[in-house]
């Protein structure tokens, strides 16, 4: 009897763990999808994320009782990271791979690392309060954090004066973060004496003296502490060159299935970096590869104080620095950095804060596409960086023959083949090549080309009243590339930006894009019998707009007029597919 009541209860404790099992999981798929606007946002996510979760370390288990046997549970998350510490424990390389009985080598569950460079003496106890708990959802998320403290403001030749302030710190920090013991705190550790310098190169000597930590759910804290081989002292060092150093040894020394750096986060009070066009708010999000020499000298222009100017430029240079090598060492641009502020990081909501939202979604919390001159259009003190794609754009401004698309295919400068399965790809139809190119060789307006024919669109001068208007011909973005954040923000504002002055488009009222192109526009119509929307947009809808021919003086805006034009021509244009 006794041994039955055992098993019994054993059962019943069994089932109010999987209860809470089930419920954790299912509260956090439900927080996942309230959090991403699209299902492929949502599935880029778990991809990426789900192997992660493990809802059973937080539990007491008991493993005698465990329903999977021991090759089976080598899959699991927490038991990878207990194989790999102990391989270091053992001076055994934890990089090779891992097989079970029948040589069939297992995926590894790579650690998905995120990078803060906090500046320490601004923050308030109650924004401590806060960012402890973005870390701590950002761990629920599958992030794996580790903390750079930012003490930019000591004089680097005093290391002894300030070593003890810098301790007191690091161990208030530990009590921000919370008590170890306690249940559902935030469980950190400090880290120090990694780094050395030899003839102004630093290294890090201890890779396991990260990642061990990271392996047992701890969130470690660096002190911008080097040791200098020469002088046989303790340094301080700049936070930039440290941040710069630990991607370096992470990326050198660890295998691609085994670490993955994910985001670089800049806490600083400053916020992100300041924008002209957006009133001195914050650049949403920057293509590294297309902007970063622009907002260089935008910043020099003189709008902000030089002082902070710097501060900016410095924080600018060292992302574009890591992520630039973080492509290069990993081969692709999933690596974001994002600039913000710790009243903004201690936001505790997954739609209002924007590092996690970058998590869940990869991308700012609004589109930088949006005009900027529009009430609705918020104001941000974060930016959202990635190294991002290299960006043609072509227009008669810039060509030193007549300015046609015979001329750009023979010149070598576009590729007919390309450009054409582009757009075939990306409209899932065929495009009638001939009548269509030969349409708009002579009345080409600009032509834009991302990445690797990745996306582009195609800007063309129509005519009505005997006035010229830009109409955006096609928009067109890869297949494989519908729905990567960021691509079409960074064509659709290369389109404003190459006719700010006036643009018009249409698309089938059918179209589900139709919303995307409404928030972007001044205005849209439509008539029953068509089967288009027509949009417009541009600075002379910033005049004074009159409806009534007899009432119109100099400088106002003939709407009329307009909407007469801009109903003629996409009404005129013929199908461009087959």
């Not at 106002?556 to 597919?577: A, H, R, T, V, W």
Request: proline share 4%; aromatic share 10%.
């Amino acid at each position: 009897m006794s041994k039955l009541s055992t098993l019994n209860r054993q059962f019943i404790s069994n089932l109010d763990t999987h209860k809470v099992i089930t419920d954790a999981k299912r509260n956090l798929i439900l927080s996942i999808l309230k959090s991403t606007t699209t299902k492929r946002e949502a599935k880029n996510y778990l991809t990426k994320y789900q192997n992660q979760f493990d809802f059973s370390s937080s539990l007491e288990f008991n493993r005698s009782i465990k329903s999977i046997n021991e090759q089976e549970s080598l899959t699991k998350r927490d038991i990878q990271r207990e194989l790999f510490i102990n391989r270091y424990l053992n001076r055994r390389n934890p990089f090779i791979n891992i097989y079970d009985n029948e040589e069939v080598k297992y995926k590894k569950i790579p650690l998905r690392i995120a990078l803060f460079k906090i500046k320490v003496p601004s923050i308030t106890p109650k924004e401590w309060q806060g960012i402890t708990e973005t870390f701590k959802r950002l761990i629920t998320f599958g992030i794996s954090p580790i903390i750079i403290l930012d003490y930019d403001h000591f004089p680097h030749d005093s290391f002894k004066h300030n070593e003890l302030y810098m301790i007191d710190v690091a161990n208030k920090l530990l009590n921000y973060l919370g008590k170890p013991e306690a249940e559902g705190d935030l469980k950190a550790t400090i880290a120090r004496s990694l780094f050395t310098s030899r003839d102004g190169v630093i290294t890090m000597d201890s890779l396991e003296s990260i990642l061990i930590p990271l392996y047992q759910g701890l969130v470690p804290i660096i002190q911008p502490f080097v040791y200098n081989a020469e002088t046989s002292y303790q340094e301080l060092i700049e936070p930039d060159n440290l941040l710069y150093s630990l991607s370096s040894a992470l990326l050198e020394r660890g295998s691609k299935d085994l670490l993955t750096i994910e985001k670089i986060v800049m806490i600083d009070p400053i916020g992100g970096i300041p924008s002209i066009e957006r009133n001195q708010s914050s650049h949403v999000f920057i293509n590294l590869s297309q902007e970063y020499s622009d907002i260089i000298s935008e910043l020099y222009i003189g709008h902000i104080e030089p002082k902070n100017r710097d501060l900016h430029l410095q924080n600018l240079n060292s992302m574009n620095n890591i992520l630039s090598f973080i492509n290069e060492k990993s081969g692709n641009d999933e690596a974001t950095g994002i600039i913000t502020t710790p009243e903004i990081m201690s936001i505790n909501s997954d739609e209002l804060n924007p590092i996690i939202y970058n998590v869940l979604t990869d991308r700012p919390i609004i589109s930088s596409s949006l005009p900027s001159s529009n009430t609705r259009t918020q104001r941000l003190s974060t930016s959202v960086i990635k190294k991002g794609v290299d960006v043609q754009i072509f227009d008669q401004d810039d060509y030193h023959r007549e300015f046609t698309l015979k001329n750009l295919f023979e010149d070598k400068l576009v590729d007919k083949d390309r450009l054409v399965a582009l757009m075939n790809d990306s409209f899932g139809k065929e495009l009638d090549v001939d009548s269509y190119l030969s349409r708009i060789n002579n009345d080409l307006a600009t032509l834009v080309i991302v990445g690797d024919y990745d996306g582009g669109a195609i800007i063309t001068w129509e005519y009505s009243q005997g006035e010229k208007i830009a109409y955006l011909d096609k928009f067109a973005i890869a297949k494989k590339n519908q729905g990567l954040p960021g691509l079409a923000d960074i064509i659709f504002k290369i389109i404003l930006q190459s006719h700010p002055n006036e643009l018009i488009w249409r698309s089938r009222k059918v179209n589900p894009v139709n919303k995307w192109y409404f928030e972007r526009c001044c205005g849209c119509m439509s008539s029953p019998e068509s089967q288009w929307k027509i949009f417009y947009t541009g600075e002379i809808f910033n005049k004074k707009i009159k409806r009534y021919d007899n009432k119109i003086v100099n400088g106002d805006l003939n709407i009329g007029k307009k909407l007469k034009q801009y109903s003629e021509i996409c009404e005129s244009i013929p199908p461009s597919f087959i």
